[in-house]
């Protein structure tokens, strides 16, 4: 079992800057791929990014060249540094753990509740 926490979300200007954490309880977090989903009202949770056990990392296409993924395994946690926001990044914002790397939402075993980040223009 992996409890996830987020925390970091909150409202900034268009082209500002925020860092999301993301903990985790046990032992295991560096068995697990992390992912970063994201839901915006009246729309489908969708992928942002992910980083594998190994480091690598993967960005959505809309993300790629502002959002960092980067893991911390001393501290089991994962971050995401969303850099030159845009209003349409306004959503709640998720960290999932799931033992393979996939993109789909569906297949992550273990979820955050969300923290929400706004971005007005």
Do not use: A, D, G, I
């Given at each position: 079992q992996v409890q996830l926490v987020e925390s970091g979300g909150g409202w900034v200007q268009a082209g500002g800057s925020l860092r999301l954490s993301c903990a985790a309880s046990g032992r295991t977090f560096n068995s697990y791929a992390m992912g970063w989903f994201r839901q915006a009202p009246g729309k489908e949770?969708?992928?942002v990014g992910l980083i594998s056990r190994s480091g690598n990392t993967y960005y959505a296409d809309s993300v790629k060249g502002r959002f960092t993924i980067s893991r911390e395994n001393a501290k089991s946690?994962?971050?995401?540094?969303?850099?030159?926001?845009?209003?349409e990044d306004t959503a709640v914002y998720y960290c999932a753990a799931n033992i393979g790397v996939s993109n789909a939402a569906s297949v992550y075993d273990y979820w955050g509740q969300g923290t929400q980040v706004t971005v007005s223009s």
């Open positions: 949770r969708e992928f946690t994962v971050y995401l540094q969303m850099n030159s926001l845009k209003p």
